[in-house]
T-cell receptor
Framework: AQRVTQPEKLLSVFKGAPVELKCNYS??????LFWYVQYSRQRLQLLLR??SRESIKGFTADLNKGETSFHLKKPFAQEEDSAMYYC???????????FGTGTRLKVLA | NAGVMQNPRHLVRRRGQEARLRCSPM?????VYWYRQLPEEGLKFMVY????????ESGMPKERFSAEFPKEGPSILRIQQVVRGDSAAYFC????????????FGQGTRLTVV
């Protein structure tokens, strides 16, 4: 079955510290992987997707097919990064997202 | 472009009543998706609609739930005879006809059944 696992419900780090939000997936084919972010009182919005290989707001994520992971990383966390982060996958060519349960990131001053 | 608009933001219904959730997609978007988020869970796909057509309703509960996206007006998710277990956040998303998989989400409707 297709599944996305985010093992941490809450991750607290100090400002300036590195951040890694973990995401593992279970899917036998070629999925498309995404990270969505929800800032306080705002809507869910796309942060990045693996096919674009971009760095957005200093965040990067590399798809590791061997480990079936798509961890989100940032070398130096900022207070404004505090938000809820959701990892999601779509089977290539389809439209149904499968979301993880989300990780709340708190960046402490 | 105001983005995907959902209303109401909060809805309280007594058990047995009907709940109607509305979603206006982004301008130019013809694909609408509904997701449900139960407490402590991720968003779960419910239904995918295009104008006047239900494309995939595999995530919809078999009873009491229905969705439509008429030619004119917003998409409606309708829940009849609500029960406590229907309490959740319901998110609508839209995407353009180009086939790009990025979805643009609304702010959600939080349904509370008392």
């Amino acid at each position: 079955a297709q599944r996305v696992t985010q093992p941490e419900k809450l991750l607290s780090v100090f400002k300036g510290a590195p951040v890694e939000l973990k995401c593992n997936y279970s899917y036998s084919g070629s999925p498309e992987l995404f990270w969505y972010v929800q800032y306080s009182r705002q809507r869910l919005q796309l942060l990045l997707r693996h096919i674009s290989r971009e760095s957005i707001k200093g965040f990067t994520a590399d798809l590791n097919k061997g480990e079936t992971s798509f961890h989100l990383k940032k070398p130096f966390a900022q207070e404004e990064d505090s938000a809820m982060y959701y990892c999601a996958l779509i089977r290539s060519g389809t439209y149904k997202y499968i979301f993880g349960t989300g990780t709340r990131l708190k960046v402490l001053a | 472009n105001a983005g995907v608009m959902q209303n109401p933001r909060h809805l309280v219904r007594r058990r047995g009543q009907e709940a109607r959730l509305r979603c206006s997609p982004m301008k130019g978007h013809s694909h609408v998706y509904w997701y449900r988020q139960l407490p402590e869970e991720g968003l779960k796909f419910m239904v995918y609609l295009q104008k006047e057509n239900i494309i995939d309703e595999s995530g919809m509960p078999k009873e009491r739930f229905s969705a439509e996206f008429p030619k004119e007006g917003p998409s409606i998710l309708r829940i009849q005879q609500v029960v406590r277990g229907d309490s959740a956040a319901y998110f609508c998303a839209s995407s353009p006809p180009s086939g790009d998989t990025e979805a643009f989400f609304g702010q959600g409707t939080r349904l509370t059944v008392v």
